[in-house]
């Protein structure tokens, strides 16, 4: 294992021992509201600090864009960045819905070089570094070799929050799901995309992500062998938070599928 991802490792798992830690006292934490339905707690400001306190102590010079604390550029070889979600799905947390993780990612240039998404309460560490495939605890995944939209199980996230569009999502899933063995929303985009790597979803698209959300999943979902694009097939995902990820041939189905919806979207 690479320096860098050993570092993403331990900050991984110590922010997934304090999630563990407060995971049977929920009704005693501090919650605030960011926006409407759109919540953070004791728990994900005391994850992240963990988190920042191992990447600094190893490369205080890097620096950062992490979810809570924002972005920090704390050195002279900002060339990196470590992006950072200490609790991906904080809403399933506080209502005991075992469903988050913790996301990781570091870029160089530009690029994204390693990612680790880590589920505490089912210790399932999924971990990817360019070049170098992506594991599930130490195992190699890959994604699924389905040819088409049929039979596809596909991951997704229903916008919730008012600065997101309902209606142009709804155009998306009437179109996707007609062909499809059914859709998941689970509440965790990294999850999503951690089992889009390990074969156990086909495909995941969804509206208005942050980089934190899926910085680490994208780099597991490419190392396994996957495509990423945004919403028209292209590589602007990473700004307007628009995700398509799938197998190679389910990308380009749910992109053809897609096309016209956008169409509509775009004149509606």
């Given amino acids: ?14 922010a997934g021992h304090i999630i563990l830690r407060y995971s049977n006292r929920i009704d005693s934490l501090s919650i605030q509201s960011k926006q409407r339905n759109d919540f953070v707690s004791e728990v994900d400001h005391l994850a992240e600090q963990e988190i920042l306190k191992i990447i600094r102590r190893a490369h205080p010079d890097h620096g950062i864009l992490a979810e809570e604390s924002g972005t920090e550029n704390s050195g002279t070889n900002d060339e990196f960045q470590w992006i950072i979600d200490p609790l991906d799905g904080t809403t399933n947390f506080l209502h005991n819905f075992p469903q988050y993780a913790v996301s990781i990612a570091l870029k160089h240039k530009e690029r994204l070089m390693l990612g680790v998404v880590y589920d505490p309460l089912k210790e399932e560490l999924f971990c990817a570094s360019r070049g170098e495939g992506a594991t599930l605890n130490n195992r190699k995944i890959r994604v699924t070799q389905l040819t088409s939209l049929s039979g596809a199980l596909l991951g997704t996230g229903i916008p919730y929050r008012d600065d997101q569009d309902l209606d142009a999502y709804l155009i998306t899933l009437k179109a996707l799901i007609k062909d499809t063995a059914g859709v998941r929303r689970a509440g965790s985009a990294a999850l999503d995309l951690a089992y889009l ?10 509206f208005g992500l942050n980089p934190w959300d899926i910085a680490a999943g994208v780099m597991l979902v490419e190392e396994a062998g996957g495509l990423v694009g945004d919403l028209a097939g292209g590589h602007r995902f990473m700004e307007s938070g628009d995700i398509i990820a799938a197998s190679p041939k389910v990308f380009k189905a749910m992109v053809q599928t897609l096309r016209p919806c ?4 775009q004149h509606g």
């Fill in 1 to 14: 294992m690479n320096p860098m991802l050993n570092i993403a490792v331990s900050a991984a798992r110590a």
């Fill in 197 to 206: 790597a390990a074969g156990r979803l086909d495909g995941f698209w969804e």
């Fill in 262 to 265: 956008l169409r509509e979207i």
